[in-house]
């Protein structure tokens, strides 16, 4: 059975950096799109970055340009390296999957699986 855990969340000051991962198992991850969704508090969660099972990437305008999506297939790992972060970036990051022949998606409701999500709080 295929399990998502992310990692990296918390606390920090607008301007400074964080690293999410998630380490995807039950699975052969090189099968998969990886992607990062968020959802800020009473909105719906919203596509951050994706990453294709061949490299390539898409990111949401907010992010793009400060964000960088990437993934480790020998760790079955996907990363998302967080720069220049702004108060607007606070929410919970979630990342999920979806198998590579059904095609590139930025729609949450396209994704199946889910980790449990993890906090990342933008403040001074």
């Known amino acids: 059975q295929l399990q998502l855990v992310e990692s990296g969340g918390g606390l920090v000051q607008p301007g400074g950096s964080l690293r999410l991962s998630c380490a995807v198992s039950?699975?052969?991850?090189?099968?998969?799109?990886i992607a990062w969704f968020r959802q800020a508090q009473g909105q719906e969660r919203k596509m951050v970055a994706v990453?294709?099972?061949?490299?390539?990437?898409n990111y949401a305008d907010s992010v793009n340009g400060r964000f960088t999506i990437a993934r480790d297939n020998a760790k079955n790992t996907g990363h998302l390296q967080m720069n220049a972060l702004k108060p607007e970036d606070t929410a919970v990051y979630y990342c999920?999957?979806?198998?590579?022949?059904?095609?590139?998606?930025?729609?949450?409701?396209?994704?199946?699986?889910w980790g449990q999500g993890t906090q990342v709080t933008v403040s001074s």
């Open positions: 999920s999957v979806r198998r590579s022949y059904l095609g590139f998606s930025g729609r949450s409701s396209d994704y199946k699986i």
């Open positions: 039950g699975d052969t991850f090189t099968s998969y799109h």
């Open positions: 990453i294709t099972s061949s490299g390539s990437t």
